[in-house]
Nanobody, 123 residues
Framework: QVQLVESGGGLVQAGGSLRLSCAAS????????MGWFRQAPGKEREFVAAISWSGTSTYYADSVKGRFTISRDNAKNTVYLQMNSLKPEDTAVYYCAAGRRNTIATPKDYNYWGQGTQVTVSS
């Protein structure tokens, strides 16, 4: 089992920044690819970003490319999502997830999920 706890969400004005953190415990964190997803009311959960177990490869949804940065610190068992130039359409509950599949961009690629943290961007 891997337990994941997100933090860092909140209310921010458009154009502002937030940094989300996801602290992991349980099995060896460095064995897992890590992903961030988000879900807005009435919408399906969508892929935001992912990082490989080693941290050498990162992947982004087109909607956040150039604005968001995913990173991880395996010594601290933590993955981060730096979000800059936030837009109202980024408003959602953000979830981190851990998985070991070769694919990384759909929810089914991940076995473990956090409880989510709310991000609200006002216009």
């Amino acid at each position: 089992q891997v337990q994941l706890v997100e933090s860092g969400g909140g209310l921010v004005q458009a154009g502002g920044s937030l940094r989300l953190s996801c602290a992991a415990s349980g099995r060896t964190f460095s064995n897992y690819n890590m992903g961030w997803f988000r879900q807005a009311p009435g919408k399906e959960r969508e892929f935001v970003a992912a990082i490989s177990w080693s941290g050498t490869s990162t992947y982004y949804a087109d909607s956040v490319k150039g604005r968001f940065t995913i990173s991880r610190d395996n010594a601290k068992n933590t993955v981060y999502l730096q979000m800059n130039s936030l837009k109202p359409e980024d408003t959602a509950v953000y979830y981190c997830a851990a998985g070991r599949r070769n694919t990384i961009a759909t929810p089914k690629d991940y076995n473990y999920w956090g409880q989510g943290t709310q991000v609200t961007v006002s216009s």
